[in-house]
C-alpha cells in the first residue's frame, strides 16, 4: 500500500517531557512536510525538508525539531511539551514538480 | 490576518441539496487547490485549479477561480452523507513557492 503512515495515534504526556512521532511515506516522494493543527482545524506548516534543504517556519519554538534518516522518513521530536502544544500534528508529502500533497492520518498530542 | 480564508465558517445541508463554500485568498498564486478532511483523518486534495484557468470539474465538484478578486469557489452538487468533512483551499505561500497556505476551513454538514 502506497501512503503516509504516521505512528503513533495518540499521545497523552505531562509537560516537560519529551516525545517523538514517526512519519513514514512509501509515495516515493522528494519532499515531506509537518505540520500543526489546532483545535479550530487551523493548520500551519512547521517544516519542509528534501534530501537537500530543511525550511523551518520562523514562529516554531526551538524545542520542536525535525529528524530524517532518509527521504522517506521525516520525525518529528518536541524536547520539553508545554500545554500549547496540543494538537493534532499531520505529516504529508509531495513528488517534486506537483502541487498536490498527501496527508498521513495525523497524530493527536494532549498534553496535561 | 489569514492569507487564505474559507466561509462560511460551518454550513448544513440535507442530502441531495447543492452547496458552495467560499475562499478568499491574500498573495499572487500559481495555483490553488481545495481538499478535504473528514474526522480522523489527514486533508486529501480534490481539485487543483491553475491561475490561468477559471473553472475546474471532477464529478460532482466544481470549481471557480478569479483572480481579480483573489477568490475562489467549490461547489458539490448532489451532497450525501459521507461529504460530511472540513473543507479547506490551499494556495502557494508565494507565486511559485512549493509550501501551502491552508484558510481554516469550513465545516459541512451533510443530513440524511
Known amino acids: 500500500e502506497t501512503a503516509v503512515f504516521q505512528t503513533p495515534n495518540y499521545h497523552v504526556t505531562q509537560v516537560g517531557n519529551e516525545v517523538s512521532f514517526n512519519c513514514k511515506q512509501t509515495l516515493g516522494h522528494d519532499t515531506m512536510y509537518w505540520y500543526k493543527q489546532d483545535s479550530k482545524k487551523l493548520l500551519k506548516i512547521m517544516f519542509s525538508y528534501n534530501n537537500k534543504q530543511l525550511i523551518v517556519n520562523e514562529t516554531v519554538p526551538r524545542r520542536f525539531s525535525p529528524q530524517s534518516s532518509d527521504k522517506a522518513h521525516l520525525n518529528l521530536r518536541i524536547k520539553s511539551v508545554e500545554p500549547e502544544d496540543s494538537a493534532v500534528y499531520l505529516c504529508?508529502?509531495?513528488?517534486?514538480?506537483?502541487?498536490?500533497?498527501?496527508f498521513g492520518p495525523g497524530t493527536r498530542l494532549t498534553v496535561l | 490576518s489569514q492569507l487564505a480564508e474559507e466561509n462560511p465558517w460551518a454550513l448544513s445541508v440535507h442530502e441531495g441539496e447543492s452547496v458552495t463554500v467560499n475562499c478568499s485568498y491574500k498573495t499572487s498564486i500559481t495555483a490553488l487547490q481545495w481538499y478535504r478532511q473528514k474526522s480522523g483523518e489527514g486533508p486529501a486534495q480534490l481539485i487543483l485549479?491553475?491561475?490561468?484557468?477559471r473553472e475546474k470539474r471532477n464529478g460532482r465538484l466544481r470549481a471557480t477561480l478569479d483572480t481579480s478578486s483573489q477568490s475562489s469557489s467549490l461547489s458539490i452538487t448532489a451532497t450525501r452523507c459521507e461529504d460530511t468533512a472540513v473543507y479547506f483551499c490551499a494556495t502557494d505561500r508565494s507565486s511559485g513557492s512549493w509550501q501551502l497556505i491552508f484558510g481554516s476551513g469550513t465545516q459541512l454538514t451533510v443530513m440524511p
Open positions: 504529508a508529502s509531495r513528488s517534486l514538480g506537483s502541487y498536490e500533497q498527501y
Open positions: 485549479i491553475r491561475s490561468n484557468e
